[in-house]
């Protein structure tokens, strides 16, 4: 299918093979994995990275720690398996998709009866499979928000088939947007310090053949200010009941630049992401990485010796800022929480 080429996350020959995102756009190199604790390692290091391919990375990682667990212990594999639940939901702490897979994991191991690697498997390419369909659905119900108006729209992070179970949140909005001639221009956020979009969103559509400008993190007003898009698009990592957005750093920023310049904001993410536990977006755990990230670049020290830094990977968007929050239940817009829990009752459409 056109533009579903890149599997960040793949199963194949019984073991779990992750694309090192680390080494992109340089290098294409896959890692497998046989035991969850390297796959905790692999989430924490950003080998694999983005709210829904996290999830489903995580999934393929409890098959695998019911392989192990039950070959040792056919009687006690499911205390045993616990400790491996423990360290894959401390990989990292604010993409709820991670703590969404394991519980939805967590509900099949608790009622499987026999051998329970079959099960799982299955479940976690549900997983997997889910995630790609409510990709495509979210990508149409984006595009039909922007109008073909000949400006481009502006993105942040990456949020393609590096970022998911394949095809994109917010990259998937572009890209099914491009295909129906909405967009003629992506202007990409390089967002630093990780640069993933410099190294992952460039990569994705320069693959696709969408035109694709990358820009400083702090140019996107001046992008705006000029009147080049008419949308900033991004993904999230976790949505408050309320609607209030956490998705990485600058997002936030950019925001507030597009409500002052009349750009339109559109969150794009799948109900896996949506945390109706957390009354607002205060509550979000952020996550906060080493201070080398921002004190180096492209993994070269560049800061004076002795400066610190400061290095939250995420921010929080308040919904007052947003226009719209699509999932594959609907589009909400002006999120409100009544709105949001409007959404989260329906079925998938
Ligand atoms: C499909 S949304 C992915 C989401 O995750 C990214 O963060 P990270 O690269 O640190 O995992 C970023 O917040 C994206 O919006």
New binding site residues.
């Given amino acids: 299918m056109k533009y579903d080429t890149i599997r960040a996350v793949l199963w194949e020959d019984e073991h779990l093979k992750l694309l090192d995102q680390r080494r992109l756009p340089a290098e294409e190199t896959y890692i497998e994995y046989d035991e969850p604790l390297a796959v905790a390692g692999a989430i924490r290091d ?1 080998v694999v ?6 999830g489903v990375t995580a999934a393929y990682g409890v098959v695998l720690a019911a392989r192990r667990r039950y070959a040792a212990q056919p009687e006690g594999w499911r205390e045993a398996i616990r400790a491996d639940f423990e360290t894959l939901a401390a990989s ?1 702490p604010t ?1 709820v998709n991670l703590f969404w897979a394991l519980e939805r994991m967590g509900r099949v191991m608790d009622t499987v009866s026999g051998e329970p690697v079959a099960p799982l498997l299955a479940e976690a390419q549900r997983i997997h499979e889910e995630d790609v369909a409510a990709n495509r659905r979210m990508g149409e119900l984006g595009a039909a928000l922007i109008a073909a108006e000949g400006r481009g729209v502006l993105t ?4 393609g088939s590096l ?2 179970g394949g095809y ?3 990259l998937g909005v572009i890209r099914s947007a491009f295909e129906q001639q909405r967009i003629a221009q992506v202007y990409a956020d390089e967002t630093r310090p ?1 640069l ?1 979009g410099a190294r992952l969103t460039a990569w994705e559509l320069v693959k696709d053949g969408i035109p694709v400008t990358l820009l400083a993190d702090g140019a996107g007003a001046a992008l705006m200010r000029e009147g080049r898009v008419s949308w900033l698009i ?4 976790r949505i408050a009941a309320n609607g209030d957005v956490a ?2 750093i600058g ?1 936030y920023h950019a925001a507030i630049a597009a409500r002052y310049h009349g750009v339109k904001v559109m969150v794009v ?1 799948p109900t896996s ?1 949506v945390d109706m536990s957390l009354p607002g977006g205060d509550r979000i755990p952020i996550e906060s990485r080493s201070a080398d990230e921002v004190l180096g670049c492209g993994g070269r020290p560049v800061a004076a010796p002795g400066a610190k830094a400061w290095n939250p ?2 921010d929080v968007t308040p919904a007052e800022l947003i226009d719209a929050i699509v999932t594959e239940k609907g589009v909400v817009e002006q999120p409100t929480r009544a709105k949001m829990a409007d959404m989260m009752k329906k079925p998938v459409l």
């Fill in positions: 950003m990275r983005g709210a829904p391919a996290i990292r993409a942040h992070c990456n949020t970022a998911t994109g949140t917010a990780w993933q991004v993904g999230s990592d998705n990485k997002t993410a992401t990977a995420f």
